[in-house]
Protein backbone atom coordinates (compact mmCIF):
# COMPACT_ATOMS: atom_id res chain seq x y z
CA UNK A 1 0.00 0.00 0.00
CA UNK A 2 2.88 2.62 0.59
CA UNK A 3 4.37 1.55 -2.82
CA UNK A 4 1.38 2.70 -4.51
CA UNK A 5 1.03 5.56 -2.31
CA UNK A 6 4.67 7.09 -3.40
CA UNK A 7 4.06 5.89 -6.90
CA UNK A 8 0.74 8.40 -7.06
CA UNK A 9 2.53 10.73 -5.28
CA UNK A 10 5.50 10.68 -8.03
CA UNK A 11 2.73 10.83 -10.76
CA UNK A 12 1.67 13.85 -9.41
CA UNK A 13 4.76 15.97 -9.10
CA UNK A 14 5.53 14.87 -12.44
CA UNK A 15 2.29 15.87 -13.82
CA UNK A 16 2.82 19.11 -11.86
CA UNK A 17 5.95 19.98 -12.97
CA UNK A 18 5.14 19.48 -16.57
CA UNK A 19 1.88 21.58 -16.84
CA UNK A 20 4.16 24.48 -15.90
CA UNK A 21 3.73 27.77 -18.34
CA UNK A 22 6.24 28.42 -20.82
CA UNK A 23 7.13 31.53 -19.60
CA UNK A 24 8.43 29.64 -16.65
CA UNK A 25 11.81 28.82 -18.40
CA UNK A 26 14.37 31.00 -18.76
CA UNK A 27 14.76 32.30 -22.36
CA UNK A 28 17.48 33.56 -24.36
CA UNK A 29 15.26 35.52 -27.43
CA UNK A 30 16.81 38.82 -27.64
CA UNK A 31 14.53 41.29 -29.00
CA UNK A 32 15.49 44.04 -30.88
CA UNK A 33 14.29 47.25 -33.36
CA UNK A 34 15.13 48.51 -36.31
CA UNK A 35 15.62 52.24 -37.03
CA UNK A 36 12.68 53.12 -39.21
CA UNK A 37 11.92 55.04 -42.29
CA UNK A 38 8.46 56.61 -42.82
CA UNK A 39 5.71 54.50 -43.49
CA UNK A 40 8.17 50.92 -42.67
CA UNK A 41 8.26 49.72 -39.07
CA UNK A 42 10.87 46.82 -38.46
CA UNK A 43 12.07 44.78 -35.76
CA UNK A 44 13.20 41.39 -34.83
CA UNK A 45 14.90 38.63 -32.18
CA UNK A 46 17.88 36.75 -31.87
CA UNK A 47 18.48 33.35 -30.01
CA UNK A 48 21.61 32.59 -29.38
CA UNK A 49 21.71 28.19 -29.47
CA UNK A 50 25.79 26.98 -29.59
CA UNK A 51 27.53 27.40 -32.42
CA UNK A 52 24.57 29.24 -34.03
CA UNK A 53 22.05 32.14 -33.72
CA UNK A 54 18.70 32.03 -35.02
CA UNK A 55 18.02 35.58 -36.27
CA UNK A 56 14.07 36.56 -37.36
CA UNK A 57 13.41 40.07 -39.01
CA UNK A 58 10.16 41.46 -39.46
CA UNK A 59 8.65 44.45 -41.32
CA UNK A 60 4.91 46.16 -41.22
CA UNK A 61 4.10 48.67 -44.30
CA UNK A 62 2.26 51.10 -41.76
CA UNK A 63 1.51 54.25 -44.84
CA UNK A 64 -0.69 54.55 -47.48
CA UNK A 65 1.69 55.93 -49.94
CA UNK A 66 4.94 53.64 -49.37
CA UNK A 67 4.24 50.49 -51.73
CA UNK A 68 7.08 48.54 -50.57
CA UNK A 69 8.93 48.07 -47.46
CA UNK A 70 11.81 45.79 -46.53
CA UNK A 71 14.17 45.22 -43.46
CA UNK A 72 17.75 43.09 -43.82
CA UNK A 73 19.69 41.52 -41.20
CA UNK A 74 23.55 40.50 -42.22
CA UNK A 75 25.30 37.91 -39.67
CA UNK A 76 29.34 38.59 -39.64
CA UNK A 77 32.11 36.36 -38.40
CA UNK A 78 34.28 38.00 -36.16
CA UNK A 79 36.61 39.65 -39.05
CA UNK A 80 33.47 40.54 -41.15
CA UNK A 81 34.70 38.51 -43.90
CA UNK A 82 32.28 36.20 -44.10
CA UNK A 83 28.19 36.80 -43.41
CA UNK A 84 24.62 35.87 -43.68
CA UNK A 85 21.99 37.80 -44.57
CA UNK A 86 17.97 37.46 -43.91
CA UNK A 87 15.42 40.00 -45.40
CA UNK A 88 12.10 40.76 -45.00
CA UNK A 89 10.04 42.39 -48.24
CA UNK A 90 6.11 43.54 -48.10
CA UNK A 91 4.45 44.79 -50.66
CA UNK A 92 0.97 47.16 -49.91
CA UNK A 93 0.05 49.14 -46.91
CA UNK A 94 -0.70 47.29 -43.61
CA UNK A 95 0.98 44.25 -44.55
CA UNK A 96 3.64 42.34 -42.03
CA UNK A 97 6.57 40.02 -43.03
CA UNK A 98 8.71 38.08 -40.93
CA UNK A 99 11.60 35.90 -42.06
CA UNK A 100 14.00 33.50 -40.01
CA UNK A 101 17.60 32.05 -40.59
CA UNK A 102 20.26 30.71 -38.48
CA UNK A 103 23.77 31.37 -39.26
CA UNK A 104 27.22 29.95 -37.72
CA UNK A 105 28.32 33.76 -38.20
CA UNK A 106 27.22 34.62 -34.72
CA UNK A 107 30.21 37.94 -33.80
CA UNK A 108 28.19 40.59 -34.83
CA UNK A 109 24.59 41.23 -36.21
CA UNK A 110 23.78 44.27 -38.70
CA UNK A 111 20.24 45.63 -39.41
CA UNK A 112 18.17 48.10 -41.94
CA UNK A 113 15.23 49.10 -42.78
CA UNK A 114 14.32 50.56 -46.06
CA UNK A 115 11.27 51.92 -48.62
CA UNK A 116 10.46 51.50 -51.72
CA UNK A 117 8.44 52.86 -55.13
CA UNK A 118 6.07 51.59 -57.26
CA UNK A 119 9.36 51.42 -60.39
CA UNK A 120 11.17 49.70 -58.31
CA UNK A 121 13.78 52.51 -56.83
CA UNK A 122 14.49 52.61 -53.11
CA UNK A 123 12.58 55.67 -51.45
CA UNK A 124 14.48 56.12 -48.40
CA UNK A 125 17.23 54.35 -46.47
CA UNK A 126 16.97 53.69 -42.69
CA UNK A 127 20.23 54.15 -40.38
CA UNK A 128 22.57 51.40 -40.07
CA UNK A 129 22.32 49.48 -36.55
CA UNK A 130 24.58 47.16 -34.68
CA UNK A 131 22.36 44.82 -32.72
CA UNK A 132 26.06 43.28 -31.40
Known amino acids: ?17 SALPASAATSSIHVFSIPGVYGV ?13 RITVCVEDTAPSVYGAAAVGLAFDSSYRHHDNVGAVTIGY ?16 VV ?7 NGKVRQRGKLRQIY
Open 41 to 53: RAWGTYDETGIRV
Open 112 to 118: EALSGSK
Open 1 to 17: MLRRISVAASCGAMVAL
Open 94 to 109: DHTRCRVMSTRYTSHL
